[in-house]
C-alpha cells in the first residue's frame, strides 16, 4: 500500500511560482511513474505531469509545457511539481498519483494510488 500526501498550495498572483511536494509513504516500485493531475470547479480531473520512476522520463499537458517541471528524489520518495508563470486558468486542486507498476500515462483511471488534494489559487 502506498500513501501519497501533497504539500505546497496557496494563493499566489498572476505570473508568480510555487512548488508541489507529494511524499510517498511505501514502496514506490522502480518501473512504476507518478503523476500530478488538477481539478478545477466544474471540471473533470485533467492531466498535468507524469514522471517515471525507472529513469526519470516526463511528460506534459500542452498548456504546461514550459512553465512547469515535474521532478523526483528517489532517496526522500517524493516527486515535485515546480510551477512558474501561473495563470489564473491554472486554478485547481491539484492531486498527485502514483501506478504500482507500469510507465508514464496521462490517464487517471490507471492510476492506482492518489493523495488527498492541495488547493492552488491564481489570482488575476
Known amino acids: 500500500q502506498v500513501q501519497l500526501v501533497e504539500s505546497g498550495g496557496g494563493l499566489v498572483q498572476d505570473g508568480g511560482s510555487l512548488r508541489l511536494s507529494c511524499a510517498a509513504s511505501g514502496r514506490i516500485f522502480s518501473n512504476s511513474a507518478m503523476g500530478w493531475f488538477r481539478q478545477a470547479p466544474g471540471k473533470e480531473r485533467a492531466f498535468v505531469a507524469a514522471?517515471?520512476?525507472?529513469?526519470?522520463?516526463?511528460r506534459y499537458e500542452g498548456s504546461v509545457k514550459g512553465r512547469f517541471t515535474i521532478s523526483k528524489d528517489s532517496a526522500r520518495n517524493t516527486v515535485y511539481l515546480q510551477m512558474n508563470s501561473l495563470k489564473p486558468e491554472d486554478t485547481a486542486v491539484y492531486y498527485c498519483?502514483?501506478?504500482?507498476?507500469?510507465?508514464?500515462?496521462?490517464?487517471?483511471?490507471?492510476?492506482?494510488?492518489w493523495g488527498q488534494g492541495t488547493q492552488v489559487t491564481v489570482s488575476s
Open positions: 498519483a502514483a501506478r504500482r507498476t507500469g510507465g508514464l500515462s496521462s490517464w487517471a483511471n490507471i492510476y492506482d494510488y
Open positions: 514522471i517515471s520512476w525507472n529513469d526519470g522520463s516526463t
